[in-house]
């Protein structure tokens, strides 16, 4: 198998519209990267450079030592799998994942039919072999359109937000089925979403983008637990991460009576992000003792939502306008319009720079 490398691509539709701006990855046998982004940040075209559907501007495109840059699609031996599935209405099931082994002409009928029970068989998809797409749900189609891919056991494997036309409970059963079948297939596969749980949950790395930039490109965890600028860290994680600014003073940051000690740096800036997130801000009991008054954040809780496992709670910080801290906290504790302290741990603190939002520590 062979490794999937992007070097420095560009992607102009005009000076105004640049949906990829210089992309260097490299996707190697076995990993699952996951192109992570909002809406409109360029991941589908940055798949469509790679499948061949679309012409870079700039740059390269490598499987190995093949440079694939302006081959044509066919000739790639790329297999991808669309969000609107794509399937031929007018063929069963058999028949469209038979389809693309068809256009090769060193496979015999015998050969094809193997192929395609044995994938058809490992996506559950024997009984319904004789269906025509018109009779399958969506997420019966989607398999369809993933055994397509699986069976032309192609050198590359890139997936375009497959799971979002199904509804939650089938998202999350075939994001499972995704992961399983994928830790066995040795070629790269690069997937799309603007989903962070399938980002989280699938992929050996992600590259986070935002306007057409490479933000990150990390293991999941990394990605989770040290964001690189302030973009990752309010895109990724749900709830949103707390991100405050802070006026700086000698070694300590300040928010109304709210202070905390600023990390090592060189030098003190006027003024710092600081992110925490939800999960990590916790309730301090006055009287259990635990309350330690300067490092405690003090509000007013204004909005409680009840998440099912856990209450998200929002406080309204005191001594300074318009700015709130919400905090996921147990459910078992009734909230009122209270005065309420809050703590975290300092090891679980973010910090960014007010004017890059890059991380600091
Ligand atoms: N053929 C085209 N001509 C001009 N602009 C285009 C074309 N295709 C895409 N764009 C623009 O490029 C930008 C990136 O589009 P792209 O489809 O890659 O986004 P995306 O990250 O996949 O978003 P989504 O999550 O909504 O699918 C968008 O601003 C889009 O309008
Ligand atoms: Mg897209």
Redesign the pocket.
């Given at each position: 198998m062979a490794k999937l490398q992007l070097k420095n691509l560009n992607k102009t539709?005009?000076p105004k519209?640049v949906?990829?701006k210089d992309i260097s990855l490299d996707v190697s046998e076995g990993e699952f990267l996951t192109l992570l982004?909002?809406?409109?940040?360029?991941?589908?075209?940055?798949l469509?450079l790679i499948a061949g559907l679309?012409q870079p501007t700039r740059g390269e495109i490598r499987i190995g030592d093949r440079d694939v840059t302006y081959l044509r699609p066919g000739d790639r031996d790329i297999a991808m799998v669309f969000q609107s599935y794509a399937l031929y209405p007018h063929m069963t099931v058999y028949e469209n994942m038979a389809s693309s082994l068809k256009l090769r002409k060193k496979i015999s009928n015998s050969e094809i039919e193997r192929l395609v029970t044995e994938v058809a068989a490992s996506l559950g998809l024997t009984e319904l072999i004789d269906r025509k797409p018109g009779k399958l749900s969506g997420g019966q189609r989607q398999r369809v359109a993933l055994g397509r891919a699986l069976v032309r056991q192609p050198e590359v494997f890139l997936l375009?937000?497959p799971l979002s036309n199904l509804d939650a409970l089938l998202r999350e059963k075939v994001r499972a089925e995704l992961k399983q079948l994928f830790s066995s297939q040795k070629a790269p596969v690069v997937y799309?979403t603007?989903d962070q749980t399938e980002a989280m949950t699938l992929s050996t790395k992600v590259a986070v983008?935002n306007s057409?930039n490479v933000q990150q490109l990390d293991p999941p965890h990394l990605i989770y637990t040290r964001p690189a600028n302030q973009f990752v860290a309010g895109f990724v994680g749900s709830p949103q991460m707390n991100l405050l600014v802070l006026k700086c003073q000698g070694n300590f940051a300040q928010l109304g009576d709210f202070r905390v000690r600023l990390p090592d740096m060189p030098t003190v800036p006027p003024e710092i992000v600081l992110g925490i997130r939800p999960e990590h801000v916790g309730f301090a009991d006055a009287e259990a003792g635990k309350m330690s008054a300067p490092e405690a954040i003090k509000g007013e809780v204004f909005l409680v939502e009840n998440l099912g496992m856990q209450n998200l709670v929002s406080v309204r910080v005191k001594g300074v306008d318009s700015v709130t801290v919400r905090a996921l906290l147990p459910n078992d504790r009734h909230w009122n319009s209270e005065i309420v302290e809050l703590v975290f741990g300092p090891q679980l603190l973010h910090w960014f720079d007010v004017k890059t939002g890059d991380r600091l520590q």
């Open positions: 539709y005009s519209v949906p990829v982004g909002p809406s409109g940040c360029g991941k589908s075209t940055t469509r679309e375009d937000e799309v603007h983008l057409g």
